[in-house]
């Protein structure tokens, strides 16, 4: 029988296996964003995924659009009673936001959580191996994107920027199994009931809304929305609504089960948030300057 | 000229992998099941066996390091996988004799162990919450039928392929 190993095949075994190790760790710490060569790798292998991708997305919404022309006629009579009302809707929020806008003039507050500025962005890639659920989208930081900015379709919250390179940005969306995927939340009725999405329950299909006190009375059928509380996510983004309330395993807080309002799977085109407000922490020199001045008192 | 054609192939079929994820409807079987494309890696273990294992070795490499740059994000998984099963293959290759129907099994043999291994790696950095039976039904079975008609379709145009390659090179 031959020998499986050589030495000297043993030590390269050996040696990419510390390799390995060392670069699992590197990845996996918590960082703000990838490091440059990881930029450029992904901004080279970007260019040629979009050369293949957009052309590959064309036949299939072409095929999409054959499959959807069966069901024209039924689509069409929903729209058309739809419409009807979307009139009467669209003057109503005209004349909110006016009155909006004045009213935040008279309060000297201009800005607000819920101003966003939208990025349009193609899905350019779905991450083959299907353990992380991320996409790659084909804007990037050239375009203003930063990594922890709410991502969506016209549907709703669909995840947030974890990475970004030059022309390509990475998504995770929210049904990724990971337990620095949360995003806070507020659940809209008379009183507004606030808590977090983190974790999605696969079986069921649905995100789990944590940390919702437990005298707190949630109806089924509520919408959720974020609540532009912390980062950069802004304020009034749908997210889906409660189906279910259980109470954890302490009995101290409940969760909601939320069915999400748009889908995470067969993404095309997604919006970036860019919120206009988002110095809400002092920049990170300043912050070390307040911490010097505590120690002084 | 004709050398540049190697890479290029590689190149076609790594992007293949997320093309027919493009193509592919996610909620496919009601989400029951994931079958996950294998492409590229087929078209490395063809390499290795029709080719030359030392080159095949070194796309697996730089291949691999794209594949978790690009797509996953986890450095080191697939750098490393590719090119230790593409050895391994290699091995198994010179016990058994290398017909397309034996080489199938082999093939499946080696995208079972990639599958498990990339499970073992998400268990071990905790980016997983299914159990090894949900694995196996769920990925596993489906990961395995999907590749296997991928192999039935496209083993004989790699095969000629790699060996019109091998005499370029030569």
Sequence with gaps: MPQFFTNKRLIILLGSIILLVAMIGFSLRDRDNITWPEKFVKDVTGFGQNIVSKPA?????????????????????????????????ESDVARLEKDNAELRKVLEKEKSLADYEPIQATVIARNPDRWYELITIDQGESNGIEPDMAVMTANGLVGKVQSTSKFTS????????????????????????????????????????????SDSKVKKGQAVTTSGLGGVFPKGLVIGTVTEMVPDEFGLTQTALVEPAASFYDLEHVMVSKREITGVLPEEEDRQQVLVEEEGL | MKKALLPLLIIVLFYSDSVFMIFFPEQAFNG???????????????????????????????????????????????????????????????????????????????????????????????????????FAFVRLLAVLVLNG???????????????????VFD
Excluded: C
Excluded at chain 2, 53 to 64: E, H
Excluded at chain 2, 157 to 164: C, D, I, Q, T, Y
């Design chain 1, 57 to 89: 997305g064309a036949v299939e919404s072409f095929f999409g659009d054959i499959r959807r022309l069966r069901h024209t006629y039924e689509e069409n009579e929903k729209l058309r009673s739809h419409l009807e009302e979307l009139a009467q809707l």
């Design chain 1, 170 to 213: 990475t998504v995770q969306l929210l049904s990724a199994h990971d337990s620095q995927n949360r995003v806070s939340a507020l659940i809209q009725g008379e009183t507004t009931i606030y808590g977090l999405i983190e974790g999605y329950d696969e079986e069921k299909k649905m995100l789990q809304m944590t940390k919702i006190p």
């Design chain 2, 32 to 134: 029951a099941y994931i079958p996950v494309p294998r492409f590229f890696f087929i078209g490395l273990l063809f390499m290795s066996v029709f080719f030359d294992r030392n080159t095949a070795i070194k796309y697996g490499f730089l291949f691999g390091f794209l594949f978790d740059m690009f797509y996953t994000g986890l450095l080191g998984a697939y750098f490393f996988f590719f090119p230790l099963i593409v050895y391994i293959t290699s091995k198994l290759t010179k016990w058994l004799h290398s017909t397309l129907p034996v080489f199938l099994v082999i093939v499946l043999f080696d995208i079972a162990l990639l599958e498990m291994m990339i499970y073992g790696l998400n268990v071990l950095v905790q980016r997983t919450a299914l159990s090894f039976e949900q």
């Design chain 2, 149 to 167: 008609l991928f192999y039935i379709v496209f083993a004989i145009p790699l095969r000629n392929a790699f060996v019109k390659l091998k005499k």
